[in-house]
């Protein structure tokens, strides 16, 4: 049974460059979030969707980052344009229940470099 | 602001011994505390959970304590194997789980 899937597993990009991150969930889960993962701020919690709808985005640090869930398979997170403080390791996980009061699958997570 | 904090910040246990790490937390509309435990290159996984309707709950080895008017939970590892070597982190959640800091623990055989 497949877990949370991210992709790229690796990105390295030049400062001012537009990057995508993709996320599938966990099939039948109806919550979604992405976390930012680095070793001064730890995981930090950027967004999270319910039923693909954003319930909280409270945690995007500005107007570079945008995340989306078209549908309930499939969830990106962009940053345009991109800075060397954005590197960090990028999490995305589901969870059967609404809200996060039930267990948190997470993917192998997206390593960003901006050079 | 840290909403959850967590400590010590890296634990070096020898094997066999008792691994723990404690946590603390302000917000009271907190109602769910789970541990995650991150092997490097891998996201958290679930270790265990506890609601504050009860003030301590065991799976194996491990064991939480939860103390509701100190706003404090630890986790407590039995028997400390070197598999257990990773990343602990406590969370907290009122809807959005909010992650401590991490504990690095290694158990050195």
């Known amino acids: 049974d497949a877990g949370v899937i991210q992709s790229p597993r690796h990105e390295v990009t030049e400062m001012g460059q537009e990057v995508t991150l993709r996320c599938k969930p966990i099939?039948?889960?109806?919550?979604l979030f992405w976390y930012r993962q680095t070793m001064m701020r730890g995981l930090e919690l950027l967004i999270y969707?319910?039923?693909?709808?954003?319930?909280?985005d409270s945690g995007m640090p500005e107007d570079r980052f945008s995340a989306k869930m078209p549908n309930a398979s499939f969830s990106t997170l962009k940053i345009q344009p991109s800075e060397p403080r954005d590197s960090a390791v990028y999490f995305c996980?589901?969870?059967?229940?609404?809200?996060?009061?039930?267990?948190?699958?997470f993917g192998e997570g997206s390593r960003l470099t901006v050079l | 602001q840290q909403q959850v904090k967590q400590s010590p910040q890296s634990l070096i246990v020898q094997k066999g011994g008792i691994s723990i790490i404690n946590c603390a937390y302000e917000?009271?509309?907190?109602?769910?505390f789970p541990w995650y435990q991150q092997f490097p290159g891998k996201g958290p996984a679930l270790l265990i959970a506890?609601?504050?309707?009860?003030s301590e709950k065991k799976e194996g080895r491990f064991t939480i304590s939860f103390n509701k008017s100190a706003k404090q939970f630890s986790l407590h590892i039995m028997d400390s194997q070197p598999g257990d070597s990773a990343t602990y982190f406590c969370?907290?959640?009122?809807?959005?789980?909010?992650f401590g800091t991490g504990t690095r623990l290694q158990v050195f055989p």
């Open positions: 996980a589901s969870s059967l229940s609404a809200g996060s009061t039930g267990e948190l699958f």
């Open positions: 099939s039948g889960h109806n919550s």
């Open positions: 969707f319910n039923n693909n709808v954003p319930i909280d």
């Open positions: 917000n009271t509309a907190f109602d769910y």
């Open positions: 506890i609601r504050p309707d009860v």
């Open positions: 969370a907290a959640s009122d809807g959005r789980l909010i």
